[in-house]
């Protein structure tokens, strides 16, 4: 049989590629000629992606990185346009939503690693992560005001993510914010050379990849549960989740290592 008469169909390009090593899952988003819009389909893989890493025991930290010359451009709007309605609209914002809380409510550090632009929801993912590291030519916006469309999921991320004042100059005027900008306003963590930009994420992933998974968790947890109490609640919600991290094995070896002058064995307990 001439297997060129009936040639096997091509496997569809995969829009987020895994990649795990040494205890850092790497998500890509790989849609470069739609750069990287985030689609129904590939908010769907990546809300399946975080449930799967959620139970993998061998997984400390995420790296969200994307193919191609642009980090995120936001929502598929050629999608968008495609399925109008209310009930649509109220679907594609209620996953997006789930998307971004799930990468916030995820019991391991998730760092996005930005090229080029992220704007709009793609703006939205680098506000929602824990970390991020950013190229030096990066530049992030929420321009949906520019386009009859106010960028407000993307405000719920980044108005925790920045001060207000910033917050609101980007929603109400929809420019560009370079890099170094978008480090001074906390937006990112670090700024890095282009080329150095992997190494330089991968390296922060490993670092904390070192530390205990338990204590990653529970830090990650109360982190962003106590943002939202008054002072006193924070303090009482602190103050309990420090003396359950003490009765922690990983807190009792952790203390033990540090006094007798060695590295500690994790026990994620």
Not at 91 to 120: D, E, N, W, Y
Request: aromatic residues 4%; charged residues 20%.
């Amino acid at each position: 049989m001439d297997p060129t008469r009936n040639p096997s169909p091509t496997p569809p390009t995969p829009i987020l590629l895994r990649e795990d090593r040494e205890h850092v899952a790497t998500l890509t988003l790989n849609r470069p000629a739609a750069r990287n819009a985030l689609s129904l389909g590939l908010m769907t893989e990546l809300e399946a992606a975080l449930s799967d890493i959620r139970s993998d025991a061998n997984i400390k930290a995420v790296i969200l990185a994307a193919a191609g010359p642009v980090f995120c451009a936001g929502h598929d709007l050629k999608e968008i346009r495609a399925n109008p309605g209310r009930q649509n609209y109220e679907a594609l914002f209620a996953q997006c939503s789930r998307l971004m809380t799930a990468i916030v409510r995820l019991p391991k550090p998730v760092i996005a690693r930005v090229h080029g632009v992220a704007t709009a929801a793609g703006c939205q993912l680098v506000a929602s992560c824990d970390l991020a590291v950013a190229a030096v030519d990066a530049r992030f916006a929420t321009p949906g005001v520019n386009i009859g469309l106010f960028c407000s999921t993307p405000m719920v991320a980044l108005s925790r993510a920045v001060g207000r004042k910033a917050a609101m100059e980007m929603l109400l005027t929809g420019d560009l914010v370079d890099a170094a900008t978008a480090k001074a306003l906390g937006l990112v963590n670090r700024v890095v050379p282009a080329d150095e930009l992997a190494a330089a994420t991968d390296a922060l992933a490993a670092q904390i990849a070192s530390k205990s998974p338990y204590v990653l968790a529970i830090g990650k947890e109360a982190f962003y549960a106590q943002a939202e109490m008054s002072l006193d609640q924070a303090y009482a919600y602190a103050s309990e989740t420090m003396t359950r991290n003490m009765l922690a094995r990983d807190a009792e070896e952790g203390i033990d290592a540090f006094i007798e002058k060695r590295q500690p064995v994790w026990q994620g307990k």
